[in-house]
């Protein structure tokens, strides 16, 4: 073997004789060629002295693998040779008899021997348990006596029945103009109207008539009533078909039978039967003096009272717009969503807001701006000298617009009726059972006859 530092053969000394170096670093096993540590006398390969043996002479030899093999090796790891359970130090058994070297002594409280401890807690469960009994069955009557209660009188909370209360004492002083009749007009079921500071109202179920104030009410009639109109004579309403007339002293009579959309314009009544479209003439006495047909196959009408012209829609949903006579003035007129006449004008609804059109020059003009319209109505304040439009969003919320500013009336409301500055709504509760209110421009609003 040759010196790493100065090259001179050294045999198998470990340190040069030459430089002085010591021989120190990796190194070769002189049989099998693989690397050997130094001071390492035997090949960890093949088994054979290295040069760091010095007691006996490298002799070369033929590695037996099988010997050396990791399958020939019996290894025996400390985990399988140790009980760690057996050895293990037990660190509880000091305290395991600690409990004996209390001391008991006679006619002297021990609080903290361990019997006295479990019986104190044993004490505190049994008073906790008595208080909670005497607690719980106060509260169980008390939800027991709320629910006999509320299934007694079949109230329900679904619904804010209490309005605002700065509402409750106003008095009705405004009548349904033409305006509101015609909006009113569009809806199939109820009706309102207010005339000399009374309020009538058909609801599903009856026809009633408030006072001024909302405290006072009168059954008209039983059964459900639609589309109502009130004027010095009476009242008209439709139930099942009739069309019925009665004074205001209550003396009624039939005017007309199977008619629908019933239109009363002073002596004039028009009405859709079989799908044509009529007009019924009467006197004062309510005698019928003429009853001739305009149109036929038609689905729906609007009247126009102040040009006196009729815009209607046929069963092939078609619009056309004649005059009293059925004379064609305009055919082929487009479609509107929710429109009604107001003042000559026909209002109508789109997804953006409220427009109006003249349609005599069909000049068109946006009146609000508001998203996501279902329904609007429009009112007039005659004290404030103020217009007011009333929307229904597609989510039911209720919302006065006057000039630029919006009111919140209500979050929940169905249909609804317009009559002078009010506008008359319901809502449903849990039974599906209908409740009215009416509201104000303000937002304001209070229950009807609740």
């Not at 329900?156 to 409750?168: E, V, W």
């Not at 036929?296 to 949903?317: A, C, K």
């Amino acid at each position: 073997m040759k010196c790493k530092y100065c090259g001179v053969e050294i045999g198998n000394s470990l340190e040069c004789h030459l430089c002085g170096h010591k021989q120190i670093g990796k190194t070769t096993c002189p049989v099998c060629s693989k690397l050997i540590y130094p001071y390492q006398e035997y090949c960890s390969n093949c088994g054979s002295p290295t040069i760091y043996r010095k007691s006996e002479p490298i002799k070369k030899v033929t590695p037996d693998t099988s010997v050396h093999s990791e399958a020939s090796h019996n290894y025996h790891t400390v985990s399988e040779s140790y009980d760690y359970k057996k050895n293990a130090y037990d660190y509880k058994k000091p305290f395991k008899d600690l409990n004996k070297y209390v001391p008991i002594q006679k006619n002297k409280k021990t609080f903290n021997h361990p019997n006295v401890r479990k019986n104190k807690r044993i004490v505190k469960i049994i008073i906790g348990i008595i208080v909670a009994f005497n607690l719980i069955i106060p509260i169980a009557g008390a939800i027991i006596g709320i629910i006999g209660d509320s299934l007694e009188t079949s109230e329900t909370t679904s619904f804010d029945d209490s309005g605002n209360s700065s509402l409750t004492d106003f008095n009705i002083q405004q009548d349904t103009s033409r305006s509101d009749y015609n909006y009113n007009f569009q809806k199939n079921s109820g009706g309102v109207y207010i005339y000399q500071n009374h309020l009538y109202l058909a609801t599903g179920d009856q026809l009633l008539k408030y006072d001024s104030t909302l405290e006072n009410k009168e059954v008209l009639e039983e059964g459900s009533c639609d589309h109502l109109y009130v004027d010095d004579r009476g009242y008209f309403y439709l139930q099942y078909g009739d069309l019925i007339f009665a004074d205001h002293q209550n003396n009624k009579k039939t005017l007309l039978n199977d008619a629908y959309d019933c239109y009363v314009l002073d002596q004039s009544i028009f009405y859709i039967q079989n799908d044509n479209l009529y007009c019924l003439t009467i006197d004062d006495q309510m005698n019928k003096v003429d009853n001739k047909k305009i149109k036929e196959n038609v689905n729906h009408f609007s009247i126009d009272d102040q040009s006196q012209r009729i815009l209607y829609e046929n069963l092939n949903y078609k619009n056309q717009l004649i005059d009293f006579n059925g004379n064609v003035l305009k055919k082929d007129v487009d479609s509107y969503d929710d429109c009604y006449f107001s003042n000559g004008l026909l209002y109508y609804r789109t997804y953006q807001g409220i427009y109006y059109v003249d349609l005599d020059t069909q000049e068109e003009k946006g009146l609000k701006e508001v998203d996501n319209i279902y329904r609007f109505a429009l009112a007039r304040d005659e004290a404030n000298q103020q217009d007011i439009a009333y929307v229904e969003s597609f989510d039911d919320q209720l919302d006065a617009y006057v000039g630029d500013e919006q009111y919140a009336i209500y979050d929940d409301a169905r249909d609804y009726f317009v009559a002078g500055q009010y506008v008359v709504f319901y809502a449903y509760d849990d039974d599906y059972s209908q409740h009215y209110f009416i509201g104000n421009s303000e937002g304001m609003y209070t229950s009807i006859g609740e």
